[in-house]
């Protein structure tokens, strides 16, 4: 029987986006058991995907020589596959206790393509994928596995029973006709204007609205205020998982290039993708619009972590305008026409 150990620590975004191949193990190895070495403080949003067999947090505050000690421990579990999703000093140090050379084991490793990207981001020569699907990103390498069929039903995600409790008591009076907004970003580069955001509560009257963001994310408030009769305000409100959870229950999604873009992707909920500096963020779900100028400058950061190199700033999420994203909208009404809460 396969045995299967996935390493992919962090990010949210790239966990995220991570899950998109458990269902290819499963697809294709029914009887495989699949183990998932993620770091403690993002545990939590695997503990949703029932084709994980055993989750194993990582604390980082043990440092290295908590990382050694449980890779010898994990080395007795006598994996048959390690796929390397992660790529950097510490999933090398996991690959090189549990499978050193000679051994039997299966192993991939998800290149980042570090070179390309150097030559990306410092010279303008783009020899990436383009878009940058982030699913593809992580489910190409398992080709080499056989592995090709990562159909997931959407329905086979399976929160916990207080979660699912709080979300639905919180959108409890949201009615079908409801957008899920993303407005903030880890990087300001990243995200779409708050004035852009408070004009498309305006042009879509008969919409309410349900804001995913941070308790740092302040400007929150302002965007909500816009319409408080419409808008149901989450700042700051929900755990990592109640988000995910309130992000899997939604209608339609309109976000920048953040975690819950990836979520919404990994549900298959519709939505518009607002794409500006980054490079990697492309949904891959065909229920997903993307808006992406694809200017010159594009893309000039990894995370947006940079600034504008241009005299207009933004100039990629500027001229996206709200009512092309209401337009959009307005074609996909249909999938209004019922509430999964």
């Known amino acids: 029987m396969e045995k299967i150990l996935i390493i992919r620590l962090s990010s949210i975004g790239d966990i995220i986006q991570c899950m998109s191949i458990t269902g290819g193990f499963k697809n294709h190895h029914p009887n495989a058991e699949v183990h998932w070495i993620v770091r403690k403080d993002l545990a939590s949003l695997l503990k949703i995907d029932p084709r994980i067999d055993r989750l194993i947090a990582f604390d980082r505050e043990?440092?290295?020589?908590?990382?050694?000690?449980?890779?010898?421990?994990?080395?007795?579990?006598?994996?048959?596959?390690?796929?390397?999703?992660?790529?950097?000093?510490?999933?090398?140090?996991?690959?090189?206790?549990?499978?050193?050379?000679?051994?039997?084991?299966?192993?991939?490793?998800?290149?980042?393509?570090?070179?390309k990207r150097i030559l990306l981001f410092n010279f303008?020569?783009?020899?990436?994928?383009?878009?940058?699907?982030?699913?593809?990103?992580?489910?190409?390498?398992?080709?080499?596995?056989?592995?090709?069929?990562?159909?997931?039903?959407?329905?086979?995600?399976v929160f916990p029973t207080e979660t699912e409790d709080k979300c639905r008591q919180l959108l409890k009076?949201?009615?079908?006709?409801?957008?899920?907004?993303?407005?903030?970003?880890?990087?300001?580069?990243?995200?779409?204007?708050?004035?852009?955001?408070?004009?498309l509560i305006e042009l879509l009257p008969d919409f309410h609205f349900t804001i995913l963001a941070g308790p740092?994310?302040?400007?929150?408030?302002?965007?909500?205020?816009?319409?408080?009769?419409?808008?149901?305000?989450?700042?700051?409100?929900?755990?990592?998982?109640?988000?995910?959870?309130?992000?899997?229950?939604?209608?339609?999604?309109?976000?920048?290039?953040?975690?819950?873009?990836?979520?919404?992707?990994?549900?298959?909920?519709?939505?518009?993708?607002?794409i500006g500096p980054t490079a990697f963020g492309y949904p891959t779900g065909e229920k997903m619009k993307i808006f992406?100028?694809?200017?010159?400058?594009?893309?000039?950061?990894?995370?947006?972590?940079?600034?504008?190199?241009?005299?207009?700033?933004k100039k990629c999420l500027v001229d996206i305008t709200p009512e092309q994203i209401v337009e959009e909208i307005k074609k996909n009404i249909s999938v209004f026409s019922k509430s999964s809460i």
């Open 216 to 274: 740092q994310d302040n400007f929150c408030n302002d965007i909500a205020e816009t319409a408080p009769e419409q808008v149901l305000n989450l700042a700051g409100k929900t755990s990592l998982l109640e988000s995910f959870c309130v992000t899997s229950k939604a209608q339609y999604v309109v976000s920048g290039d953040t975690g819950f873009l990836h979520a919404a992707d990994l549900f298959n909920v519709p939505g518009c993708a607002i």
């Open 62 to 115: 043990e440092g290295i020589g908590g990382l050694i000690k449980l890779a010898f421990q994990l080395k007795k579990e006598k994996y048959t596959h390690v796929y390397d999703a992660h790529s950097n000093i510490r999933s090398n140090i996991l690959k090189a206790i549990i499978c050193p050379p000679l051994t039997h084991i299966q192993q991939i490793t998800r290149k980042k393509s570090r070179l």
């Open 292 to 313: 992406d100028l694809q200017l010159p400058c594009q893309p000039c950061s990894k995370h947006g972590n940079t600034k504008c190199k241009l005299q207009e700033i």
């Open 124 to 157: 303008r020569i783009n020899l990436l994928p383009k878009p940058f699907r982030a699913f593809e990103s992580f489910r190409k390498p398992l080709i080499k596995w056989g592995i090709h069929n990562f159909f997931t039903p959407q329905n086979n995600w």
């Open 173 to 199: 009076n949201q009615p079908a006709q409801t957008i899920t907004l993303v407005p903030s970003a880890a990087w300001e580069l990243k995200r779409w204007p708050v004035s852009y955001w408070k004009k």
